[in-house]
């Protein structure tokens, strides 16, 4: 038998439409001309099987997470124009939208030679009998418009402004930059890159002393101390502009507003214009404005990291949330420990974590070297964004577990399983050599990173975790283990973190489950952001990012063929918008609420299109609220100027 081409073998599933309906229909044709004698279907994708799921028509084989391996019932050859038809029913959970079955997939033929398989998306059943291609999934209009007055073109809009704006009336403009401040020739070339990738505009915005151009932008380091660190003021008059900070973050916001405009201008000048008067000052509503990327079930390059990042600067976002491991894979080496480089970054057929999420038989992850580490530090330096890295402890550990087995108790039996469907994901705290490990995670996470703070995870740690651990249950019944078990790992490395100068950043749960200090904790708030005011009466800063609203891997509506997750509901651009940090909370407590979070989940970004679909151009909505005071939000104007901005990730590029 010979290996075949990715379109010979084609996988089409069918959900017969019954909301309590847990079961899904499978066939498998092969569309080419040769014969492929099945050993084994391999498939991963939206579900997963659990032990009680039943399988008709098929054998099965292994089931990990959604990772499911099946074998025909008996020896089976499948010729040109045959199908395999088998079915499963009983699964974890019933499908919502076409997402929810399998993504991809291939076959183990007899030979032992791995043949891929074209996945059509899950149907229902008035789609069954239509075989189409595999076609790019719909992605939501964000590029709504409005009639009326000309504005400017800014995402987020500023705080203040009493600007009157005029369609261009001059090639460009270009500013011609006349200032005393160290630096500045630097950030202005910066801001311009950013402005020749986001904005898809000819020529630049600013220009050096002593080039020619229609106005000039003088920059002054201004005394006010109401602009803060991260404010400016930009004043406009006929022949200059004007732009005052306090520093090189409010000097780079206040080059990225005034950039912002010209493309704007430049592109629709109909739509869009110039300022020609007045003043815009501009300070952001919080502090922490926060992107988290879930770079361990989706592996990206540091390319498209640092793409990401310089998106998040000319949105003047100003944290990078860097989710460095989970169940699926491992991003970030740790000294000691070299099988988490060689094993637990690795997903693939054959491998000892098999393809999840939407990856193939081939070899898939990665870790981020320590040249990557410091090329991104650098640059995230440069545009403003710091680094905040995360290890998640004590669950989320399946891809550790597997390439450390020896951190696994002997006598174990497991008893649970995550909702993810993992069996047995979580470190054990009562053996020393899971101390040892994490301790060793964390110093090199201290070593690599210099931010002020460190995420340790924390969450999805249920009160069955170690059940089934002799260890943990001798503890318990001897008293020895008070409170939570997880607080045995929580506490030394936030005890660590602490003694190394820097802050513990957790997700809500472990604030539950720990006693952690709340003056240098600070609780990342996902799943009740309307009771996140009590941990505000504990002493803990909060971030809120709740799953509801500013979880970018959401889907955007019920519609069948839209991609993204369903658990928090859906999230169309308008709730993103509409969220209201802090509603509700005592006037005493809001000192407390330091930022907001939007999160980037990797389980539906095996396709970097599902990315594009999902984050933009939501991620727009959330940058403007994390920036203006909720007395300026306006949906409507937010409408007509987000035309502007990019829709993909995959073009942007990034430049050192």
């Given at each position: 038998m010979t290996n075949q081409a990715s379109s010979d073998l084609r996988l089409v599933s069918v959900w017969h439409g019954d909301d309590t309906d847990r079961s899904l229909h499978f066939s498998l044709y092969n569309t080419g001309p040769v014969p492929v004698a099945l050993s084994t279907l391999h498939m991963n994708g939206g579900f997963w099987l659990p032990p009680a799921a039943m399988v008709r028509g098929a054998r099965r084989e292994y089931a990990l997470s959604n990772y499911t391996v099946l074998a025909p019932e008996s020896a089976m050859i499948l010729g040109p124009d045959e199908v395999w038809t088998f079915s499963i029913a009983d699964l974890n959970a019933r499908p919502f939208r076409s997402g929810d079955g399998p993504?991809?997939?291939?076959?183990?033929?007899?030979?032992?030679?791995t043949h891929p398989v074209a996945v059509q998306p899950l149907a229902r059943s008035l789609d069954v009998?239509?075989?189409?291609?595999?076609?790019?999934?719909?992605?939501?209009?964000?590029?709504?418009?409005?009639?009326?007055?000309?504005?400017?073109?800014?995402?987020?809009?500023?705080?203040?402004?009493?600007?009157?704006?005029?369609?261009?009336?001059?090639?460009?403009?270009?500013?011609v930059l006349q200032t005393e401040v160290p630096?500045?020739?630097?950030?202005?070339?910066?801001?311009?890159?950013?402005?020749?990738?986001?904005?898809?505009?000819?020529?630049?915005?600013?220009?050096?002393?002593?080039?020619?151009?229609?106005?000039?932008?003088?920059?002054?380091?201004?005394?006010?101390?109401?602009?803060?660190?991260?404010?400016?003021?930009?004043?406009?008059?006929?022949?200059?502009?004007?732009?005052?900070?306090?520093?090189?973050?409010?000097?780079?916001?206040?080059?990225?507003?005034?950039?912002?405009?010209?493309?704007?201008?430049?592109?629709?000048?109909?739509?869009?214009g110039l300022p020609v008067g007045?003043?815009?000052?501009?300070?952001?509503?919080?502090?922490?404005?926060?992107?988290h990327l879930d770079?361990?079930?989706?592996?990206?390059?540091?390319?498209?990291?640092?793409?990401?990042?310089?998106?998040?600067?000319?949105?003047?976002?100003?944290?990078?949330?860097?989710?460095?491991?989970?169940?699926?894979?491992?991003?970030?080496?740790?000294?000691?420990?070299?099988?988490?480089?060689?094993?637990?970054?690795?997903?693939?057929?054959?491998?000892?974590?098999?393809?999840?999420?939407?990856?193939?038989?081939?070899p898939y992850g990665g870790v981020y070297d320590d040249h990557d580490i410091d090329r991104l530090?650098?640059?995230?330096?440069?545009?403003?964004?710091?680094?905040?890295?995360?290890?998640?402890?004590?669950?989320?550990?399946?891809?550790?577990?597997?390439?450390?087995?020896?951190?696994?108790?002997?006598?174990?039996?497991?008893g649970y399983t995550s909702i993810q469907g993992f069996e047995a994901n979580a470190l054990n705290p009562m053996l020393p050599q899971t101390l040892e490990f994490v301790t060793a995670a964390f110093k090199t996470l201290l070593d690599r990173f210099p931010g002020r703070a460190v995420h340790i995870g924390g969450d999805e740690v249920g009160p069955a975790t170690w059940s089934g651990s002799p260890l943990a249950r001798a503890a318990i019944a001897s008293g020895h283990a008070t409170g939570s078990l997880q607080a045995r790992l929580i506490e030394p490395v936030?005890?660590?973190?602490?003694?190394?100068?820097?802050?513990?950043?957790?997700?809500?749960?472990?604030?539950?489950?720990?006693?952690l200090d709340p003056k240098d904790t600070i609780a990342l708030v996902w799943q009740h952001p309307d009771q996140a005011h009590e941990l505000a009466a504990r002493g803990f800063d909060v971030v809120l990012t709740p799953g509801n609203a500013y979880y970018l891997d959401m889907?955007?509506?019920?519609?069948?063929?839209?991609?993204?997750?369903?658990?928090?509901?859906?999230?169309?651009?308008?709730?993103?918008?509409?969220?209201?940090?802090?509603?509700?909370?005592?006037?005493?407590?809001?000192?407390?609420?330091?930022?907001?979070?939007?999160?980037?989940?990797?389980?539906?970004?095996?396709?970097?299109?599902?990315?594009?679909d999902l984050v933009f151009p939501r991620i727009y909505a959330f940058a403007e609220r994390a920036w203006i005071e909720p007395a300026n939000r306006d949906y409507d104007g937010f409408l007509s100027r987000v035309f502007v901005f990019p829709t993909t990730l995959r073009t942007l590029g990034c430049a050192d």
């Open positions: 993504l991809a997939a291939y076959v183990v033929a007899d030979d032992g030679a009998g239509r075989l189409d291609a595999v076609a790019p999934r719909r992605r939501p209009d964000g590029k709504v418009t409005r009639d009326g007055a000309q504005t400017i073109a800014v995402i987020p809009f500023p705080n203040l402004t009493t600007v009157s704006v005029a369609p261009l009336s001059e090639p460009g403009p270009v500013f630096g500045m020739d630097a950030l202005a070339i910066r801001v311009d890159d950013m402005a020749a990738r986001f904005g898809h505009t000819e020529g630049p915005v600013f220009a050096p002393p002593g080039d020619t151009a229609s106005r000039n932008l003088v920059v002054r380091k201004g005394a006010d101390p109401r602009l803060g660190k991260e404010g400016y003021r930009l004043t406009f008059a006929a022949d200059n502009v004007i732009l005052d900070a306090c520093g090189p973050d409010g000097f780079r916001h206040g080059l990225i507003t005034l950039a912002q405009t010209v493309i704007g201008a430049r592109l629709d000048g109909l739509r869009y007045g003043t815009i000052t501009d300070v952001p509503r919080f502090g922490w404005r926060g992107l770079v361990a079930r989706t592996f990206y390059t540091v390319d498209e990291i640092m793409a990401l990042a310089d998106l998040a600067a000319w949105l003047k976002l100003n944290v990078l949330h860097l989710h460095l491991n989970d169940d699926e894979g491992w991003r970030i080496g740790v000294d000691g420990y070299p099988e988490i480089a060689a094993v637990a970054a690795w997903r693939g057929h054959d491998l000892p974590i098999p393809p999840l999420l939407g990856s193939g038989a081939a530090h650098a640059y995230c330096t440069i545009i403003g964004i710091t680094i905040l890295p995360e290890i998640d402890i004590p669950g989320h550990g399946h891809a550790a577990l597997t390439a450390l087995p020896r951190l696994r108790e002997p006598d174990d039996t497991g936030h005890d660590m973190l602490r003694l190394n100068g820097r802050r513990t950043v957790v997700w809500e749960d472990a604030v539950h489950n720990a006693h889907a955007h509506s019920n519609d069948w063929n839209s991609t993204g997750g369903h658990w928090a509901g859906t999230v169309p651009l308008e709730k993103t918008y509409s969220f209201e940090p802090g509603h509700g909370w005592p006037a005493d407590r809001l000192p407390h609420l330091i930022g907001v979070h939007a999160c980037i989940w990797g389980e539906y970004m095996h396709d970097r299109r599902n990315f594009d």
